[in-house]
């Protein structure tokens, strides 16, 4: 079956009304920007001609059930379909809180947007003729009721059935944490894996299985494409911060029979009361970066002195927000030869160190 269709992506839009906007004062997001900026795209996207809209996770600022009503209203109005998922801070915790909803109350909200069954956290259906999408639920909570990015065992097993039960479909996943390492060592870095899908080693190759090689994500905040054996992770950057990014996607069968996917990533250039608002969040994160800076500094690998990670911190204060523009290529010929290549290597580089720049305009195939 030939396919032609226009989709977009919204991710972390983190919604936020202003009563409801605590004082963070280490955060490099800017709440206050999130409904302005989410109407600005909204617009933009009705008119755009597009067929569906996902938002794969952190819909709201931390869970709060007012974000999350203004929100679901909001969604219905628009003239396309609209599908959700959770993440991290839509459900922090595993019961409602004075302010927040529980894990189980989330899919109450969204029923229009794809939870045609409420007493379940993740979905199947079909989009269009011949495309399916699986919207998955990655939040679970451990025994000391922390937060953990994990599929559970019943959500695995009914993955498999459905994917069994996929017939010659194009099936699109999404999830909101990564599935696929967007940044070098994720997996195991104090600071990454925490955005890794911890269990993502077993959903791969049930995606592989099954041929599926579209996943879209969130979480991570940052304009980036990976590829593991033919599973591609798109995932998109926040509407709330540095660039302010979202993307609009438009997939066709060619004369040879392959998809082809094409990318694009438009950004919220300014919002009323933030006329220069890139330039604003650029040097917010670039001002609150140093502890975090430091961090990858003095953990393994480079494992640096603190003395020597104070003098190169101040090097690496747009390295977060060049990361999350995507596309970024380094030049850290100046740091010791460990640190150079340590940091050179989360540019947008292939193995052999070639320009790879396909993180927010591009053409995918397969």
């Not at 900026?37 to 597009?50: R, T």
């Not at 079909?126 to 990655?138: K, M, R, T």
């Not at 640190?339 to 053409?363: M, Q, S, V």
Request: net charge negative; glycine share 6%.
């Amino acid at each position: 079956m030939k396919l032609d269709f226009r989709f977009a992506i919204v991710s972390d839009p983190h919604v936020a009304l202003p009563e409801t906007i605590g004082d963070y004062l280490s955060r490099f997001h800017l709440f206050e920007v999130s409904i302005p900026a989410l109407e600005i795209v909204l617009k933009n996207l009705e008119q755009q001609d597009i067929d569906f809209l996902l938002l794969p996770g952190d819909l709201t600022q931390d869970g709060e059930p007012e974000n999350h009503t203004w929100l679901a209203q909001r969604l219905a109005k628009l003239p396309f379909p609209v599908y959700v998922v959770p993440g991290n801070h839509d459900v922090p915790t595993l019961l409602p809180t004075p302010s927040s909803i529980g894990l189980k109350d989330f899919p109450h909200y969204y029923h229009q947007f794809g939870y045609d069954n409420p007493q379940q956290m993740y979905y199947t259906c079909q989009l269009l003729p011949g495309v399916q999408l699986i919207g998955l639920n990655s939040n679970q909570f451990n025994e000391q009721g922390k937060q953990i990015g994990r599929l559970d065992d019943t959500q695995l097993a009914w993955l498999e059935q459905v994917l069994a039960d996929v017939d010659e479909q194009l099936v699109l996943v999404m999830v909101h944490h990564n599935v696929v390492e967007h940044l070098p060592g994720q997996s195991h870095h104090s600071l990454g894996r925490r955005y890794m899908l911890e269990n993502a080693p077993i959903l791969l190759p049930m995606l592989q299985k099954s041929g599926v090689q579209l996943v879209f994500t969130g979480h991570l905040h940052v304009q980036d494409i990976a590829c593991h054996q033919d599973v591609y992770d798109i995932t998109t950057g926040s509407l709330v911060s540095y660039p302010h990014p979202y993307r609009i996607l438009h997939l066709s069968t060619d004369s040879q029979g392959r998809h082809c996917l094409q990318i694009e990533s438009p950004r919220v250039e300014s919002v009323p009361g933030w006329e220069t608002l890139p330039q604003v969040s650029r040097q917010l994160m670039g001002s609150r970066s140093r502890p975090f800076m430091l961090k990858l500094l003095t953990e393994a690998p480079l494992n640096l002195p603190l003395a020597d990670a104070e003098e190169l911190a101040p090097c690496l204060q747009d390295f977060w927000a060049n990361i999350a523009n995507g596309d970024a290529i380094f030049d850290f010929s100046h740091f010791p030869p460990p640190a150079r290549r340590y940091f050179e290597g989360f540019g947008a580089i292939t193995c052999d160190g070639k320009p790879n720049l396909i993180d927010n305009h591009t053409t995918l195939f397969f």
